[in-house]
């Protein structure tokens, strides 16, 4: 195999495992509580994090047999055979685990070459290096592929939600590693800082000096970001807002990383 495939390979192996494990928490999950709000909202980050894999896979081709083995995992079929609604949100876990697992066993075929499709192209190049957390590196590259491809297809909403989370996540990260007694000698508040809003993180980093002035540009439906629930037609976010939070993330990530 060319080095450069073998190379694809293994970093879409180490994808595919990580979405195996993870895949396996949300279905134990869902057996024990199928109502359990943490647990489908987990169960729905996953299911789209698979649909990326599968489709960078399958080199965007919905006709590729692992994306369409991907959709059929959401079907109910009857006894004559017809797709019909109703399958169990566990039940659909477990499927889409199969489809992951058919995927590890086709690039595992040294014989018969990758599955990679020609025009799927490398994996994003890492984004996030500069992440103390080693967990959340994967999490939040992800996530930005995702606000990328959001913001393309003009889901400005999504694209603005994700923007906020990955830079929620990213600047947390930073005030963790920097600890609550040198984050208490720049003012900032008493409690964990898990317990601080959007707004206060955001100030601390900033006093701190371990991120700039650059969120003063972000909108005011983005402050706010954590208050809208995902579809609220009251809550109206425009191109503008969704780029404007794009380009805050940028330079937030560009203060946390001087040499990126």
Request: with cysteine.
């Amino acid at each position: 195999m060319d080095e450069s495939l073998q190379a694809q390979s293994e970093t879409y192996l180490s994808r595919l495992d990580d979405l195996v494990c993870r895949g396996r928490q949300v279905r134990d999950a869902l057996v024990t509580d199928p109502f359990n709000g943490s647990a489908i909202t987990a169960t729905r980050v996953w299911q789209e994090d698979c649909g990326v894999t599968i489709n960078q896979l399958s080199g965007g081709s919905k006709a590729h047999w692992l994306a369409r083995s991907f959709s059929e995992a959401f079907l109910m079929r009857s006894a004559t055979g017809q797709a019909v609604e109703g399958a169990a949100p566990a039940e659909i876990v477990q499927r889409l685990l199969n489809v992951l697992e058919q995927a590890v066993a086709a690039l595992s075929r040294k014989d018969e070459g990758p599955i990679i499709s020609a025009s799927s192209g490398a994996p994003t190049p890492r984004q996030f290096e500069f992440v103390h957390n080693p967990e959340l590196r994967p999490l939040v590259e992800q996530a930005y592929t995702d606000s990328k491809r959001a913001l393309e297809q003009g889901d400005y909403a999504l694209a603005m939600r994700t923007s906020c989370g990955i830079l929620e996540a990213i600047v947390t990260d930073a005030l963790e590693h920097k600890g609550l007694s040198a984050l208490a000698a720049s003012g900032a508040p008493s409690g964990q800082i898990a317990d601080w809003t959007f707004e206060t993180r955001l100030a601390v980093a900033e006093k701190a000096g371990l991120i700039r002035g650059g969120c003063a540009r972000l909108p005011a439906v983005a402050r706010s970001y954590r208050d809208h629930p995902t579809g609220n037609p009251n809550v109206i976010v425009s191109e503008r807002d969704a780029k404007l939070s794009g380009q805050v993330l940028h330079v937030v990530m560009r203060d946390l990383n001087p040499g990126r």
